[in-house]
């Protein structure tokens, strides 16, 4: 990730659905959005649009069927 992309201009959601992503990805290598979905409490319309930014501005990365983290310059704790 550049050092232009700032974290905190994230909406509250982005960080929720980032850190779901990222606590899948410790556990299991990856996230489907079935598990995301389930992980948020949000609708899958939800979680695909947090996604669709989250994606645009490298935080995740598609992977396989899934989201994977992108370069990063902080740490999330969960």
């Given amino acids: 990730m550049s050092e232009g992309h700032d974290v905190q201009a994230l909406s509250d959601v982005d960080i ?7 606590s ?7 996230a489907g959005m079935d598990g995301l979905v389930r992980a948020c409490g949000l609708t899958e319309e939800e979680v695909r649009h ?11 990365v598609p992977r396989g069927d899934g989201y994977g983290l992108g370069p990063h310059t902080f740490e999330v704790e969960y």
């Fill in 24 to 30: 899948q990805t410790v556990e299991s290598g990856g």
């Fill in 50 to 60: 947090s996604l669709t930014k989250l994606v645009e501005h490298g935080y995740v």
């Fill in 16 to 22: 929720h659905v980032y850190e779901a992503v990222a």
